[in-house]
């Protein structure tokens, strides 16, 4: 299931320039192939934090979002990096990463000792929400190259400039939405407003993941604009589902939100569901596990409780669950679980290998770009008199102090034992 807070890191700009440009370098000389293009990804992803940190930073030091030499630099090194995406992705991961030189002064351009505020984009660690389903999404929505692209912060800054990419814009606008959850607004200084408002007659790309319970993220962005003259006909939303707006939208969204192009690309059409075959989960599964027998089998939200013997199924909240599949091969099926984009995915890899190496959950197979590969273990479900039984005590016992002296808690600060114990009453 999904356990997750709005928790935020600090990092030097200098050390995460540093490190990029180093990741970079390496990408240039892995073989072609979908590892090569999962780090591509990652880069892009951490790229994508260093802008945000800088922008939110000056965001905080001025009160309003402004133009300036550290944001123009920033969208550039974006545009850039997804562009290297894009290129990856369209040809089926082959052919040489050919690194643009401006990339390099770029990030020599960032590299001040400044502390960063980080904060890990929810749809890249538990939605399943990838680059690249916005890549396609931009590709055919058949908008021109000269649309303002806005991309709303923590997400939006590198999923805009994947939209950018993909329709050959110039780089992107980042903005922060402020406020209460449900009526964001925007702080938007002079000349950054004169920017985006300079072709009235323009599209405007509105980019998110999302909307949620309100939608007003996506909201503010398009109620500021018409109120400083755009019309809504040149607005078109690129946000992480199909669905529509939550309960706590306003008419005035809701309306525009039924009206306007919404483009989207789904992780099952991305994935699942490809035209182009080298973008197939299964494949790069089967890489991994011996060719499938069938489709992969979605056990997402509930559905794997099909697979226990009899009919005492446990409960489930489908909304937190992380979607997963089984892939059938010879060797009997493997399930296949979102784990994370980028460095979450990894990070999770890492784990999951620590903890079957001590025995503790089935072998791993590995990370196939974002999703986990491990055996799958048929079960039973326990009656609650067993969980009295003393082996079970005293494996659980050797479950916890595993985890405490080979899997400490982040350097983070996380929740504190009150939030976690309201959070566990509700």
């Given at each position: 299931?999904?356990?997750?807070?709005?928790?935020?890191?600090?990092?030097r700009a200098?050390?995460?320039?540093?490190?990029?440009?180093?990741?970079?370098?390496?990408?240039?000389?892995?073989?072609?192939?979908?590892?090569?293009h999962?780090?591509?990804?990652?880069?892009l992803?951490?790229?994508?934090?260093?802008?945000?940190?800088?922008?939110?930073?000056?965001?905080?030091?001025?009160?309003?979002?402004?133009?300036?030499?550290?944001?123009?630099?920033?969208?550039?090194?974006?545009?850039?990096?997804?562009?290297?995406?894009?290129?990856?992705?369209?040809q089926?991961?082959?052919?040489?990463v050919?690194v643009?030189?401006?990339?390099?002064?770029?990030?020599?351009?960032?590299?001040a000792p400044?502390?960063?505020?980080?904060?890990e984009?929810?749809?890249?660690?538990?939605?399943?929400?990838?680059?690249?389903s916005?890549?396609?999404?931009?590709?055919?929505?058949?908008?021109?190259?000269?649309?303002?692209?806005?991309?709303?912060?923590?997400?939006?800054?590198?999923?805009?400039?994947?939209?950018?990419?993909?329709?050959?814009?110039?780089?992107?606008v980042?903005?922060?939405p402020?406020g209460?959850?449900?009526?964001?607004?925007?702080?938007?200084a002079p000349?950054?407003?004169?920017r985006?408002?300079?072709?009235?007659?323009?599209?405007?790309a509105?980019?998110?993941?999302?909307?949620?319970?309100?939608?007003?993220?996506?909201?503010?962005?398009?109620?500021?604009?018409e109120?400083?003259?755009?019309?809504?006909?040149r607005?078109?939303?690129?946000?992480?589902?199909?669905?529509?707006?939550?309960?706590?939208s306003?008419?005035r969204?809701?309306?525009?939100w039924?009206?306007?192009?919404?483009?989207?690309?789904?992780?099952d059409?991305?994935?699942i569901?490809p035209?182009?075959?080298a973008?197939?989960?299964?494949?790069?599964?089967?890489?991994?596990?011996?060719?499938?027998e069938k489709?992969?089998?979605d056990v997402?939200?509930?559905?794997?409780?099909?697979t226990?013997?009899?009919?005492?199924?446990?409960?489930?909240?489908?909304?937190?669950?992380r979607?997963?599949?089984?892939?059938?091969?010879a060797?009997?099926?493997?399930?296949?679980?979102f784990?994370g984009?980028g460095d979450?995915?990894?990070?999770?890899?890492v784990?999951a290998?620590l903890?079957a190496?001590?025995?503790?959950t089935?072998?791993?197979?590995?990370?196939?770009?974002?999703f986990?590969?491990?055996?799958?273990?048929s079960?039973r479900?326990?009656a609650?008199?067993?969980?009295?039984?003393p082996?079970?005590i005293?494996?659980?016992?050797?479950?916890?102090s595993?985890?405490?002296?080979?899997?400490?808690?982040?350097?983070?600060?996380?929740?504190?034992?009150?939030?976690?114990?309201?959070?566990?009453?509700?």
């Open positions: 299931m999904l356990v997750y807070g709005d928790a935020k890191r600090l990092e200098d050390m995460l320039c540093a490190e990029i440009a180093s990741r970079l370098q390496a990408a240039q000389h892995l073989p072609a192939g979908i590892e090569r999962t780090e591509l990804v990652a880069i992803l951490r790229a994508g934090e260093l802008v945000q940190g800088l922008a939110d930073l000056e965001l905080a030091q001025m009160g309003a979002d402004e133009i300036s030499a550290s944001r123009q630099t920033g969208e550039c090194l974006l545009l850039d990096l997804a562009g290297l995406v894009a290129r990856s992705w369209r089926g991961f082959a052919g040489p050919v643009p030189a401006r990339v390099a002064r770029s990030l020599a351009n960032s590299q400044l502390s960063l505020s980080i904060r984009p929810e749809g890249y660690a538990f939605y399943a929400l990838y680059p690249e916005y890549l396609e999404a931009a590709a055919g929505s058949g908008l021109p190259a000269d649309t303002v692209v806005i991309g709303l912060r923590s997400i939006g800054t590198t999923l805009s400039a994947i939209v950018a990419a993909s329709i050959g814009a110039k780089p992107p980042t903005l922060r402020i209460d959850p449900f009526q964001r607004r925007l702080a938007v000349q950054l407003a004169e985006l408002l300079r072709d009235r007659a323009a599209n405007f509105i980019v998110d993941e999302g909307p949620g319970l309100s939608g007003s993220s996506f909201g503010c962005v398009a109620d500021w604009l109120d400083h003259g755009v019309s809504g006909r607005f078109h939303f690129f946000p992480g589902h199909k669905g529509g707006l939550g309960p706590q306003c008419g969204h809701r309306e525009r039924a009206a306007r192009p919404r483009n989207v690309i789904d992780v059409d991305l994935l569901r035209s182009n075959s973008r197939h989960l299964a494949d790069w599964i089967a890489h991994l596990v011996g060719p499938l489709p992969l089998e997402s939200a509930g559905l794997w409780r099909k226990l013997p009899g009919d005492r199924w446990p409960p489930v909240d489908g909304r937190f669950e979607r997963k599949f089984l892939a059938h091969t060797d009997g099926p493997w399930l296949v679980k784990a984009l979450a995915g990894q990070r999770k890899l784990k290998r903890l190496d001590a025995g503790f089935p072998p791993v197979a590995g990370l196939c770009h974002g986990l590969v491990q055996k799958w273990v079960a479900l326990m609650p008199p067993e969980f009295r039984r082996a079970f005293a494996h659980l016992g050797r479950y916890l595993f985890r405490a002296r080979s899997l400490p808690p982040p350097a983070a600060q996380g929740a504190s034992m009150a939030k976690l114990c309201e959070m566990a009453m509700i």
